[in-house]
């Protein structure tokens, strides 16, 4: 009997024993995944403190602004957002800031670098791989991002009149010979140009001095708002003159306050357009090859230039000017959207001018059905129908205005 009740005490114990294991191990378990779990949640909710360490590049750069990055580096661009080139003996402002792309472009024809984002431009500016660059754009993802702010009421310096110079001297004497010479009217006239709008003049046969003789003369400015040279148009044929060592531009340099501007063919189409009094900055090339580098620098001072309109004729000369030369501004503005008129075949800006009656009522109708260049409508590159059609929208529209009025 008591060897019983001694083998059943034993027993019991055991089976404490072992229930305390059971119990120690399920305690243990439970421990190790609440473990996990900690360790889970606190991972996850350090990801969501520093996500640059989950950023894609796309995430990189959209969060990433290239004033942060020039800021690194001690680079401060002007209030034209251009500073001189850091990846080039650079002795003027070469490079031009985009914060809206957090781009940069270097104008620089000698300079290797050309359009950079924030992560190309921390690989060149040290010289590392691309994956080093990542490395620090994304350190950089985690500091308070600097950006452009508008620069509320600013202020203008008080530009002063231009200076009376020995050119002003001068073309004030050909004004005065307009103003007296009926034949020189007359040939504006058939142009359907306005003297009394225009700031033109006329230069006499009989003047000491052959070059522009018989000539409607136009001003070039210089920056300065200076006359600085003259353009010369004959009244009894076709031929037009520059002065030797032609300075300036025609009507003047565009403001920089600008946000569209037209360039013209000509100085005689400019002309045509400018005595409209349009809303729009008007700038005439020297031909369809005449796009020269004072017309790129002076585009390139203009500060909140969002659209360029190129008025080249309706010739093949002219189209495939506004090609190549729109292919040039791009590059120039690959911000800025470049549009072209749609000119009917053969005809230019002037032209059409003398050929209609509701000049204003016509152009707005031009302006107005403009195409981005690369995109133009079949009237500019296809068949002589639709060239025709066009023309006979033109008239049609003219013809409704004329009879509303």
Request: hydrophobic fraction near 35%.
């Amino acid at each position: 009997m008591r060897k019983n009740i001694e083998n059943s005490h034993f027993f019991q114990i055991v089976g404490k024993m072992q229930i305390k294991m059971f119990l120690k191990k399920k305690l243990l378990n439970i421990f190790a995944v609440v473990k996990l779990t900690t360790t889970f949640f606190l991972s996850t909710e350090k990801n969501k403190q520093n996500p640059s360490k989950t950023m894609t590049i796309q995430e990189i750069k959209t969060t990433l602004t290239i004033q942060t990055v020039l800021h690194r580096y001690g680079l401060r661009p002007n209030k034209n957002n251009m500073l001189p080139c850091p990846f080039h003996s650079d002795k003027k402002a070469s490079m031009k800031i985009y914060p809206k792309t957090n781009t940069v472009y270097c104008f620089a024809g000698s300079c290797k670098i050309n359009n950079l984002d924030t992560i190309d431009f921390i690989k060149e500016k040290e010289n590392i791989t691309k994956h080093e660059a990542l490395k620090i754009a994304k350190s950089l993802c985690e500091v308070p991002q600097l950006k452009t702010t508008p620069t509320k009421n600013k202020t203008f310096t008080k530009m002063n009149p231009p200076k009376s110079t020995a050119k002003t001297q001068e073309f004030n004497r050909y004004k005065k010979s307009l103003s007296t010479h009926a034949a020189a009217q007359e040939y504006l006239k058939n142009r359907k140009l306005d003297y009394q709008k225009l700031d033109i003049g006329y230069k006499s046969r009989q003047t000491k001095s052959p070059w522009g003789r018989a000539c409607i003369i136009f001003s070039l400015k210089n920056e300065a708002g200076e006359i600085s040279s003259f353009y010369g148009r004959s009244t009894v044929n076709a031929n037009h003159y520059y002065e030797g060592g032609r300075t300036g531009l025609y009507p003047k340099y565009p403001n920089v306050e600008a946000k569209k501007i037209v360039l013209c063919e000509s100085i005689i189409d400019a002309s045509t357009l400018l005595q409209l009094e349009p809303s729009y900055e008007i700038l005439a090339l020297f031909g369809t090859n005449g796009l020269t580098k004072t017309h790129q620098n002076a585009l390139q001072k203009i500060e909140n230039l969002n659209e360029i309109i190129f008025a080249l004729d309706g010739d093949e000369a002219g189209r495939t000017a506004t090609k190549e030369h729109a292919t040039t501004l791009q590059k120039l503005f690959p911000e800025v959207k470049i549009t072209t008129l749609n000119l009917p075949d053969g005809e230019d800006l002037n032209s059409l001018s003398v050929a209609h009656e509701n000049v204003k009522a016509l152009f707005n109708h031009l302006f107005s059905k403009r195409t981005e260049v690369g995109k133009l409508v079949e009237t500019t590159v296809g068949t002589t129908n639709g060239i025709i059609k066009k023309t006979l929208e033109l008239q049609a529209m003219e013809e409704e205005i004329l009879g509303k009025n």
